[in-house]
């Protein structure tokens, strides 16, 4: 998914628990109306490696769900513009964070065993694509299609959906 908007594979995904947790919430920031991956949240060595995982677990959790940043001061102690996310998340991992309660109620864990998405011939044509570049060729002629649209595109989608009976089945 992320390859409709740049050239992403299992190597080179937006972030990692190696990354600060200052540099995870910018690229969040940046990542406006998108997917971010946040990858790897492994099993710890050390005690000081899981506290450090799971505090960027923690403000992952928080940020996203609040759809808040973490407030900070300049050295003249006027306050900086936070940098709240404003897309959305998938964070890989091997282990449950510890990060309490809360944590865990702003996330969806999802167990995946290797027989949950075989490696398939679709799989396969669907990676090769994206390592192509078609996926973010496709993005960016939607995008030149959309542009011209954009100052009647409100209007035309409100008359298309205004006369919807209100008691369609879900």
């Not at 990692?16 to 920031?29: C, L, P, R, V, W």
């Not at 940046?30 to 000081?48: C, E, F, G, Q, R």
């Not at 999802?110 to 669907?126: A, G």
């Amino acid at each position: 998914m992320l390859s409709f908007f740049g050239e992403f594979s299992a190597s080179t995904l937006p972030c990692s628990f190696k990354d600060t947790a200052n540099a995870i919430e910018k690229k969040g920031y940046i990542l406006k109306d998108t997917l971010n991956v946040v990858d790897d949240y492994h099993p710890a060595m050390t005690s000081k490696e899981r506290q450090t995982m799971n505090t960027i677990m923690q403000a992952l959790s928080r940020g996203y769900g609040d759809r808040k940043g973490r407030d900070r001061m300049n050295s003249d102690i006027s306050l900086r513009e936070s940098s709240a996310p404003r897309g959305n998340v998938i964070i890989t991992g091997e282990d449950i964070p510890d990060i309490g309660q809360s944590g865990i109620a702003r996330n969806f864990i999802i167990e995946l065993t290797p027989d949950d998405d075989p490696l398939s011939e679709y799989l396969s044509r669907s990676q090769q694509y994206a390592q192509d570049g078609y996926y973010k060729q496709f993005m960016r002629e939607y995008i030149s299609w959309l542009i011209p649209q954009t100052e009647q595109l409100p209007q035309k989608l409100k008359s298309r959906f205004l006369y919807l009976p209100m008691n369609l089945p879900i």
